[in-house]
């Protein structure tokens, strides 16, 4: 990815483009490498401004899959 699609992924999770439409971001979104450089921006400024959780439950999204796993089939006709 290049340095320029990275500043500008920046400045869209900062909020300092005027053009940030859902239009854009979704086509942003398309690619797995700009989705995921997308989710580490936010986390990484969640970080700096301090709006994480005290803790975090890292085992959460296990335990909602099991559940999900358990659930019985419905099978409608």
């Known amino acids: 990815m290049s ?3 990275k500043e500008y992924i920046s400045a869209m999770v900062d909020d ?3 053009n940030n439409s859902e239009s854009t971001i979704d086509n ?3 690619s797995p490498a700009l989705k995921g450089s997308w989710a580490r921006y936010h986390l990484i400024s969640d970080c700096l401004n301090k709006n994480i959780p005290e803790s975090i439950d890292c085992g959460l999204a296990d335990r909602i899959s099991a559940n999900i796993q358990n659930e ?3 099978l409608a006709p």
Do not use: G, I, Y
């Open 72 to 74: 019985p089939t419905v």
């Open 3 to 5: 340095e320029e699609r």
């Open 28 to 30: 942003l979104l398309q």
């Open 16 to 18: 300092e483009l005027d």
